[in-house]
T-cell receptor, first 115, second 115 residues
């Protein structure tokens, strides 16, 4: 079964607008870690933001914020004030003890920012 | 601090050959993980090394192997290359393995094309 589901294969967003990337996950572990990575066309995966399952507040890092809804098992990434340089593939990933802390990735969402 | 480096960046091989890819982690990082990324299968975990020991292995055939040296640098080897081994191979490093909050930092990847 898929541990991480990203249902949006591709999205277009206008420059300076906000965009939300969906991520749902499947785990029975009581504690786990959720990560978002950005992969530009160059190939390198860039770490964006982390959310722990017991964190009381939603994580934020600059223009990135995570809308964490534990009961729904969703961890959506919000990018505010989109820039042309945000055009990339975005991956949601999870670490859980039952998987020996290996990172499980979703299929990714391609974001294209239009001027 | 220098990031994760991978060499070579691009490689073209023919079926049946073998290939060795190299990864130098961020200074101070002792854990190195390898991933294979293809359009069809997405990001798949290959293996993880810590203190020169393989700590985890994904579901790949024995043709895929790796090792880690005392300076934490890692190599992965693919023997008897098949067309399906064409992929982007990503290396990631972290301070230590395991743990829910441990962030992995990725290198730029090696693009392998098997003809």
């Amino acid at each position: 079964a898929q541990k991480i589901t990203q249902t949006q294969p591709g999205m277009f967003v206008q420059e300076k607008e906000a965009v939300t990337l969906d991520c749902t996950y499947d785990t029975s572990d009581p504690s786990y870690g959720l990560f978002w990575y950005k992969q530009p066309s160059s190939g390198e995966m860039i770490f964006l933001i982390y959310q722990g399952s017991y964190d009381q507040q939603n994580a934020t890092e600059g223009r990135y914020s995570l809308n964490f809804q534990k009961a729904r098992k969703s961890a959506n990434l919000v990018i505010s004030a989109s820039q042309l340089g945000d055009s990339a593939m975005y991956f949601c990933a999870m670490r859980e003890a039952s998987n020996d802390y290996k990172l499980s990735f979703g299929a990714g969402t391609t974001v294209t920012v239009r001027a | 601090k220098a990031g994760v480096t991978q060499t070579p960046r691009y490689l073209i091989k023919t079926r049946g050959q073998q290939v060795t890819l190299s990864c130098s982690p961020i200074s101070g990082h002792r854990s190195v993980s390898w991933y294979q990324q293809t359009p069809g299968q997405g990001l798949q975990f290959l293996f993880e090394y810590f203190s020169e020991t393989q700590r985890n292995k994904g579901n790949f055939p024995g043709r895929f192997s790796g090792r880690q040296f005392s300076n934490s640098r890692s190599e992965m080897n693919v023997s008897t290359l098949e067309l399906g081994d064409s992929a982007l191979y990503l290396c990631a490093s972290s301070l230590s393995p395991g743990g829910l909050v441990e962030t992995q930092y990725f290198g730029p990847g090696t693009r392998l094309l098997v003809l």
